[in-house]
């Protein structure tokens, strides 16, 4: 099992330019969810993903969107990059969140610089 | 709302002991931990329950204190690879609409 892997590892974008990052997790499941890291800050949580279908707003949405069209996919987009996006995006997936047992299992992490 | 962890950063000497506070304005019923390698993606170490007794990985325990709303993380008899970043995350939400908040962390620089 590769379990969660995102795509890129590294890019740089200019002020005003799009893109797409992608997590795939291959454990079945169900919960979905992107962070960014920024020093001293920890992890915030940026979208997240219930099921297949859904997506919801967390902690600090704003200038990012999501899609979860099938299961094992998670997209972040950024439709106008901005300097404040700079950071280091990790993408999660849990089994059953909610459960006492929960575990987050996360990706190597995407670094984006943004000029 | 975010957990608030201390100490922010803590040194250590390979043997010696550490301990890691987080802290809630809410009352908690769970704590997650999770421990951060430089350049890695932060890996689970532990969930503490309400009720619970406290969890162990390898000299890592932890404690879950319900009146206080506070977590301690124990490093004890410290490592090289004790050396990272160390999280806790509290529960948000509930039921379908389940996150965890995670504190900004302690960094843990263990040395020989």
């Known amino acids: 099992n590769a379990g969660v892997t995102q795509t890129p590892k590294f890019r740089v974008l200019k002020t005003g330019q799009s893109m797409t990052l992608l997590c795939a997790q291959d454990m079945n499941h169900e919960y979905m969810y992107w962070y960014r890291q920024d020093p001293g800050m920890g992890l915030r949580l940026i979208h997240y993903s219930v099921g297949e279908g859904t997506t919801a707003k967390g902690e600090v949405p704003d200038g990012y969107n999501v899609s979860r069209l099938k299961k094992q996919n998670f997209l972040l987009g950024l439709e106008s990059a901005a300097p404040s996006q700079t950071s280091v995006y990790f993408c999660?997936?849990?089994?059953?969140?909610?459960?006492?047992?929960?575990?987050?299992?996360f990706g190597p992490g995407t670094r984006l610089t943004v000029l | 709302q975010q957990p608030v962890q201390s100490p922010q950063a803590v040194i250590l000497r390979e043997g010696e002991d550490a301990v890691i506070n987080c802290s809630s304005s809410?009352?908690?019923?769970?704590v997650h931990w999770y421990r951060q390698k430089h350049g890695e993606a932060p890996v689970f170490l532990m969930i503490?329950?309400?009720?619970?007794e406290q969890k162990g990985h390898d000299k890592i325990s932890a404690s879950f204190n319900e009146k206080k709303q506070q977590s301690s993380l124990y490093l004890t008899a410290s490592q090289l690879s004790y050396s990272g970043t160390y999280f806790c995350?509290?529960?948000?939400?509930?039921?379908?609409?389940?996150?965890?908040?995670f504190g900004a962390g302690t960094t843990v620089t263990v040395r020989a």
């Open positions: 809410k009352a908690l019923y769970s």
């Open positions: 999660a997936s849990s089994y059953l969140a909610g459960s006492s047992t929960d575990t987050q299992y």
């Open positions: 503490l329950l309400k009720g619970g």
């Open positions: 995350g509290t529960p948000r939400g509930g039921g379908n609409d389940y996150k965890l908040s």
